[in-house]
């Protein structure tokens, strides 16, 4: 998200051969550009690792572009690192300690003897030291270059850090020998992970995954580039170019950029990401200011590459679980990040780490004989989904229905692949698996339709039966101690049993959500952008949206939504206000959420910036006088939309209540994944302000029916809502229609409840052939909406209940009836 706006955007390109006097190579001996200029860092100085950044210093190149340093990653975890020093994120290029970090008060010292050292405040341990060849440093350097160098009194160089690579390579850095670049963990996590990227024995350019959880094996994905007769070395020249110097003599450009004014005006970095994939990044230096997003990536794809182009499409072996875990299945969004996603029925076995895999909510089938534990499964269906390297056996020349029913009452069994008439059986755990839209056919997997995790615990109720069992501690010892004793020990057990309750209660995820940089915009760009708002994409209570192409200098741009917003309708707060309430926005961060960009807030113009939606609202999709979209589809998006709703409602910093979901709010990215738009604006709406009635938010159709009564508004009307809209995506049709067979069918909620308590549900998907073959998931889907809307708000589930028992990790019981109130609106 970071590299939405900008002024310049990286591509890469493939090219073929270039002479080898474009070369740009260094010299660890006589680097004249190096030696220009160097701040001199003596024998015995050093660097103390502080909480206050403002007192943290650091060893600075002398143009000031890059620092040596301490970087606080955790509470207290420091990191030894050399990082752009100018820019506002501090990007960290190299680092010493990634896998043990060290706490405050640790000291890096360039020590008398010449040993550059780190060692732990706490322990007194070394915990890491430049491993010099040859006695004779005089002095350390922190170069413009972005290298660290301990050199002799002729300055020559013993030890720089561009021979000791981590993840990134910076202009003018040689890449050879044994070394290798290894990713982080995480985009937060220094700590080694599990992608490498090296030259082997023979010289070619090669890119490898450590096998997970086996750390020993090795799963190779190839970067496809001709190494004519073998490679030397990889060099990172100052146009922005990466090549591969052959034995032959010849050199090949394989990352670089189209442009090659790059060396001047423009900071750089190539990095094998976390996720695996190597890339050029670019950031204009007079763009160096606090506004600004971040550094931004090229948009990948087919004629533009990454390397790899799609890792997930990558990893070929049946060994191994691919890009993501085991149980998991990987897909590229825009802009070439992998994403891990869990198969219907699974959740991640670690949420905070999606590649270990994922893990079955409900027990394995029974293969007991006589068992009739078949009839508590059901099969799902996912389209262009696959796991075919895993399979272990093969029918040809079936049906669909075969394979389906052939998967069910094969108890050791759960997942198959349908696709031509062949029906493949993969084996357990699943691996490998991918999802792309040039996969043809669809994974078909068994779930239990009648699993709950209502008889295990929670966090909550475990942690209320530790308080039970405290209280009962403490009423025992009180009856059997003398009055004295009993006072003094009933003030340690209260004093221990509320710090019990403090470490037992639960902490939400993303609960200190970082604020995000918003960009704030002018409102003459914008209106520039926006071709004096020209092409309108939508109207909603809180204003206009129009389609805008964003100017980011160097031939390059970026869509946007510019959501123009009514004073009329706004509440008449200060500036200070409404940038509380941006900013509040802002700092939600989910992937079925529209991402805010920035805002513009200028005189009587209050604007809001958009990442844009290239599909579209879920109203046309749905509605639209294209083809019905498929059932597993349709599923996904509703999945989508509750994982977004119980993200605001439970795990941003601050709670957010829609007010307003409804298919037009609701749009769709190029994967056709569920982004919620417009949460977060109804604070800034006029209480007497909406499309349809007054005094309340919302519309018609969607509204909760304690907006009518004297009752307070909870998250529970978002709930009710979203009830309506998932009867909508199970029936493919608006929540009232007058162009019906039957006066019954015009309110789809009266209608969908009258077909549930007559056993009549396959009237709700008439001619819907996918969905009739999921008759039990539809069904279920049925019972979570009623439960939704119900009329008594007490009575409807949180989001957090409505996504579980979509997912199957939570029962779904009988809803009663709700009373037929919509029809009255």
Not at 74 to 100: E, H, R, Y
Not at 220 to 234: C, L, R
Request: glycine letters at 8%; charged letters at 20%.
């Amino acid at each position: 998200m970071n590299g939405r706006i900008s002024t310049t955007t990286s591509h890469i390109v493939f090219l073929s051969l270039f002479p080898l006097v474009l070369l740009c190579s260094t010299s660890r001996s006589s680097s004249s550009a190096d030696q220009t200029e160097r701040n001199y860092i003596s024998l015995g100085s050093s660097l103390i690792a502080q909480l206050n950044q403002n007192e943290q210093s650091s060893w600075q190149s002398p143009s000031g572009d890059f620092a040596f340093g301490f970087q606080q990653i955790q509470k207290d975890g420091f990191l030894l690192a050399i990082w752009f020093n100018k820019i506002p994120q501090k990007t960290i290029v190299w680092s010493a300690n990634g896998n043990d970090l060290v706490h405050q008060g640790s000291v890096v010292e360039l020590t008398k003897h010449g040993s550059l050292v780190l060692r732990d405040s706490t322990t007194s341990r070394e915990v890491w030291s430049a491993e010099v060849s040859g006695p004779g440093v005089a002095h350390a350097a922190m170069l413009n270059t972005g290298n660290l160098v301990l050199s002799d009194r002729n300055h020559i160089s013993l030890w720089e850090s561009f021979d000791e690579p981590t993840d990134t390579l910076l202009p003018t850095q040689n890449f050879a020998g044994s070394k290798e670049l290894v990713a982080r963990y995480f985009e937060s996590n220094y700590s080694r992970g599990r992608y490498h990227f090296r030259l082997d024995e023979n010289g070619a350019i090669q890119f490898y995954a450590r096998g997970f959880p086996d750390a020993g094996s090795r799963v190779i994905y190839e970067a496809n580039i001709p190494t004519q007769g073998g490679g030397i070395k990889v060099t990172f020249n100052q146009s922005g170019s990466i090549y591969l110097q052959a034995k032959n003599g010849t050199a090949i450009a394989w990352l670089t950029l189209p442009n090659s004014s790059f060396s001047k005006g423009f900071y750089q970095r190539a990095i094998l990401d976390y996720d695996g994939v190597f890339r050029h990044y670019a950031y204009p230096k007079d763009d160096a200011n606090p506004n600004s997003v971040g550094w931004p990536i090229g948009e990948w794809s087919q004629t533009s590459p990454a390397i790899p182009n799609n890792i997930c499409l990558s990893f070929n072996s049946s060994k191994g679980p691919g890009a993501c875990g085991y149980n998991s299945y990987c897909s590229i969004e825009k802009g070439g990040r992998p994403i891990c996603h869990c198969p219907i029925g699974y959740s991640f076995v670690d949420p905070k780490d999606e590649m270990k895999g994922c893990k079955p909510n409900f027990e394995a089938q029974s293969c007991e004989e006589d068992s009739e534990d078949v009839n508590n499964f059901t099969i799902s269906s996912m389209d262009n989904v696959n796991w075919e390297n895993g399979c272990y056996e093969i029918h040809t020349s079936v049906s669909e229905a075969w394979c389906r029913t052939n998967l069910l009452e094969d108890c050791f069994c759960s997942l198959a692949v349908y696709g031509d008439g062949n029906c493949m059986k993969v084996k357990i755990p699943f691996s490998n698996g991918l999802m792309d839209y040039g996969i043809h056919g669809k994974t078909l997997i068994k779930v239990r339709n009648d699993n709950s995790t209502d008889s295990m615990p929670s966090s909550n109720i475990y942690s209320k039966r530790k308080d039970q069992t405290t209280l009962m501690v403490i009423g025992l010892v009180i009856v059997s101690s003398s009055a004295f004793l009993n006072m003094l020990l009933l003030i340690i057990s209260l004093v221990f049993f509320f710090r019990l309750r403090r470490k037992t209660s639960v902490t939400k995820p993303n609960q200190n959500i970082q604020e995000m940089n918003l960009q704030n915009f002018t409102f003459a760009k914008l209106e520039k952008a926006t071709d004096g708002f020209n092409e309108q994409l939508g109207v909603g209570a809180f204003g206009v949206v129009f389609k805008g192409i964003l100017d980011l200098g160097n031939n390059d741009s970026l869509a946007i939504a510019v959501k123009r917003l009514d004073n009329n309708n706004m509440v008449k707060e200060g500036e200070q206000e409404f940038k509380a309430e941006v900013m509040s926005i802002g700092r939600t961060n989910h992937k079925n959420l529209v991402q805010l960009i920035g805002f513009c807030n200028e005189g009587q113009h209050r604007l809001l910036v958009y990442e844009y939606m290239s599909n579209g609202s879920l109203a046309t999709f749905l509605f639209g006088p294209s083809d019905k979209p498929k059932w597993h589809q349709r599923m996904q998006i509703a999945l989508g939309i509750a994982r977004g709703l119980f993200y605001l409602h439970e795990e941003c910093s601050t709670q957010i209540i829609h007010c307003d979901i409804k298919p037009q709010n609701i749009l769709l990215d190029d994967s056709c994944k569920a982004r919620i738009s417009d949460f977060g604006l109804a604070k800034i709406l006029k209480t007497d302000q909406t499309r349809t009635t007054t005094g309340i938010r919302g519309t018609k159709g969607y509204v909760a029916p304690e907006w009518f009564r004297n009752i307070a508004v909870t998250v529970k009307v978002d709930v009710y809502s979203y009830g309506i809209l998932l009867l909508e995506l199970i029936c493919c049709r608006k929540n009232v229609e007058e162009n019906v067979e039957e006066d019954a069918q015009m309110v789809l909620a009266d209608w969908a409840c009258d077909c549930y308590e007559a056993g009549k549900m396959e009237c709700l998907v008439e001619n819907d052939d996918e969905a009739i073959h999921e008759m039990k998931m539809v069904e279920k889907c049925v019972m979570v909406a009623l439960w939704c809307i119900q009329e008594d708000p007490s009575l409807r589930p949180t989001m957090k209940k409505v996504m579980l028992m979509l997912e199957g990790s939570v029962k779904v019981s009988t809803p009663p009836s709700p009373n037929s109130f919509i029809s009255s609106l």
